[in-house]
C-alpha cells in the first residue's frame, strides 16, 4: 500500500523552463511534506518542505504548492538549470511524534540544455 | 553538511552471515533512522530510534534488529542475510525544535551499498 505516490518515474525539461514535480498522497493524518533531491551516491538532500496549516512555501527557485482537498502536492522549479538534474523524492509525515518519514518512488528530472 | 558518516560504505556478503551497519554523528541529535532504498519503493524506514536505548520498528523491520547505546551511534544489524536484503541503507538523523512538539529536518548520510550473494 503506496501512502505517498509519484507517478512520473522520469522528466526531461530543457534549461531555464520550468519543472513540475508532482505527488499524491492518500493518508489524510499526514500534516507535514517535504522534498528532497539526491544525486547519485551520494544521501538525499533536503530541498523544501510545507506543513499542512499552508498552501504554499517559496525559497529562491523551488515552490512547494500543496492542495489538501485533492491531497496532492507539486514542486516547481523555475528556471530550471543543469545542475538540477537529479532524483527527486517526495516525502511525508506527521508533525507530532518521531517523524517518521514516508517516500514516494522518486521522479528522476534530467534537464537538458 | 551534518555530521553523519556511514561505515561501511560498501559490503558484499554471502546469504546466512551477520552484518552490522554503522551509523555515526557528531550532531548530538536525539533521533536518528536507518531507511534502505530499492527501485520502485523510494526510500522505506527500517527502525528509528528516540535515545539511548530507545528504538522503534518502522515500515520494514522483518529480518533487522537496532542498537543505541551511545548518542551518537546508531547500529544496523541483519541476523542472518539474505538476498532480499540487497539494497542501499541510509541511515538519518534529526532533533527536536526548542519549545516545540515538531522535529527539525532530517538529514542523511552517504549511504551504504550492501549485496547479498
Known amino acids: 500500500d503506496q501512502q505517498v505516490k509519484q507517478n512520473s518515474p522520469s522528466l526531461s525539461v530543457q534549461e531555464g523552463r520550468i519543472s513540475i514535480l508532482n505527488c499524491d498522497y492518500t493518508n489524510s493524518m499526514f500534516d507535514y511534506f517535504l522534498w528532497y533531491k539526491k544525486y547519485p551516491a551520494e544521501g538525499p538532500t533536503f530541498l523544501i518542505s510545507i506543513s499542512s496549516i499552508k498552501d504554499k512555501n517559496e525559497d529562491g527557485r523551488f515552490t512547494v504548492f500543496l492542495n489538501k482537498s485533492a491531497k496532492h502536492l507539486s514542486l516547481h522549479i523555475v528556471p530550471s538549470q543543469p545542475g538540477d538534474s537529479a532524483v527527486y523524492f517526495c516525502?511525508?509525515?506527521?508533525?507530532?511524534?518521531?517523524?517518521?518519514?514516508?517516500f514516494g518512488q522518486g521522479t528522476r528530472l534530467t534537464i537538458n540544455p | 553538511d551534518a555530521g553523519i558518516t556511514q561505515s561501511p560504505r560498501h559490503k558484499v556478503t554471502e546469504t546466512g552471515t551477520p552484518v552490522t551497519l554503522r551509523c555515526h554523528q557528531t550532531?548530538?541529535?536525539?533521533?536518528m533512522y536507518w531507511y534502505r532504498q530499492d527501485p520502485g519503493h523510494g526510500l522505506r524506514l527500517i527502525h528509528y530510534?528516540?535515545?539511548?536505548?530507545?528504538?522503534d520498528k518502522g515500515e520494514v523491520s522483518d529480518g533487522y534488529s537496532v542498537s543505541r547505546s551511545k548518542t551518537e551511534d546508531f547500529l544496523l544489524t541483519l541476523e542472518s542475510a539474505t538476498s532480499s536484503q540487497t539494497s542501499v541503507y541510509f541511515c538519518a538523523i534529526s532533533e527536536s525544535i526548542a519549545g516545540s512538539l515538531e522535529l527539525d529536518t532530517q538529514y542523511f548520510g552517504p549511504g551504504t551499498r550492501l549485496t547479498v550473494l
Open positions: 530510534s528516540y535515545g539511548v536505548k530507545d528504538t
Open positions: 550532531e548530538n541529535h536525539r533521533y
Open positions: 516525502a511525508a509525515s506527521a508533525i507530532q511524534g518521531a517523524q517518521k518519514l514516508v
